[in-house]
T-cell receptor, first 115, second 109 residues
Framework: SAVISQKPSRDICQRGTSLTIQCQVD?????MFWYRQQPGQSLTLIAT?????????ESGFVIDKFPISRPNLTFSTLTVSNMSPEDSSIYLC????????????FGPGTRLTVL | RKEVEQDPGPFNVPEGATVAFNCTYS??????FFWYRQDCRKEPKLLMS???SGNEDGRFTAQLNRASQYISLLIRDSKLSDSATYLC??????????FGTGTRLTIIP
C-alpha cells in the first residue's frame, strides 16, 4: 500500500491565475498519475507523471495548461495554469506501487474553485 | 458509447436488504476489472477486484460476464456504513484505469 498526501487540500482562486498542487508519497513508486473529478462526474486521467522525463498527457489535456513535475520517485506537482471557472474540480494524484496496473492508491484530493 | 457505463442511481435501500448493480464496458480487450468505493468528499479506494470465476469477500460478491461485457456487485445484509458511491473500473491493458461515473448507494435505517 501507499500513503499519499496532497497540498493544498482546497483553494479558491481568481481566474487567470495559476495553482500548483503537490503530491507526496511515503515510499518510492514508479507509476504516478494525476486525475480530475468534476462535480457529479467520474475520474478523468489527466496525465502520467514520469520520473526523469516529460509527463504523458491524455487526449484533451496539454502541457501548457497542466504542467507536471516529477523530480523524484516520491513527489510530483501539477500546475493548473491560467485558470477559468471550468477548471473548478477536485484534482487527485494516485500511485500504482507495484506497477501492476491494477490497484491504485489515491491522495485525498485538492478541491479547487475558480471564481 | 462511454467506455464504462453505470446506472448513477441513487439506490435507496433499507438496512439489511440485498442490493446489486451492474456496469457495462465497451472494449472487449479489457483485461482487469475492479470495484472502487468512494465516500462523500473522500478519495476512491479499492473495494475488490473482479475475477473471471467471480469472487466473494464477506457480504460482497463480484461477477464478470465477458460475453455480455458487464460486471456486477452484490451487497448482502447491507449496513448503514455501506452508503457510498461505487465506481466500476476497467483496465484495458494500456497501463490506465478507466472509471465509470459511479453508482450512489444510500442505506436507510
Amino acid at each position: 500500500s501507499a500513503v499519499i498526501s496532497q497540498k493544498p487540500s482546497r483553494d479558491i482562486c481568481q481566474r487567470g491565475t495559476s495553482l500548483t498542487i503537490q503530491c507526496q508519497v511515503d515510499s518510492q513508486v514508479t507509476m504516478m498519475f494525476w486525475y480530475r473529478q468534476q462535480p457529479g462526474q467520474s475520474l478523468t486521467l489527466i496525465a502520467t507523471a514520469n520520473q526523469g522525463s516529460e509527463a504523458t498527457y491524455e487526449s484533451g489535456f496539454v502541457i501548457d495548461k497542466f504542467p507536471i513535475s516529477r523530480p523524484n520517485l516520491t513527489f510530483s506537482t501539477l500546475t493548473v495554469s491560467n485558470m477559468s471557472p471550468e477548471d473548478s474540480s477536485i484534482y487527485l494524484c494516485s500511485v500504482d506501487p507495484d506497477g501492476s496496473y491494477n490497484e491504485q492508491f489515491f491522495g485525498p484530493g485538492t478541491r479547487l474553485t475558480v471564481l | 458509447r462511454k467506455e464504462v457505463e453505470q446506472d448513477p442511481g441513487p439506490f435507496n435501500v433499507p438496512e439489511g436488504a440485498t442490493v446489486a448493480f451492474n456496469c457495462t464496458y465497451s472494449n472487449s480487450a479489457s483485461q482487469s476489472f475492479f470495484w472502487y468505493r468512494q465516500d462523500c468528499r473522500k478519495e476512491p479506494k479499492l473495494l475488490m477486484s473482479v475475477y473471471s470465476s467471480g469472487n466473494e469477500d464477506g457480504r460482497f460478491t463480484a461477477q464478470l460476464n465477458r460475453a455480455s461485457q458487464y460486471i456486477s456487485l452484490l451487497i448482502r445484509d447491507s449496513k448503514l456504513s455501506d452508503s457510498a458511491t461505487y465506481l466500476c473500473v476497467v483496465n484495458v491493458g494500456n497501463e490506465k484505469l478507466t472509471f465509470g461515473t459511479g453508482t450512489r448507494l444510500t442505506i436507510i435505517p
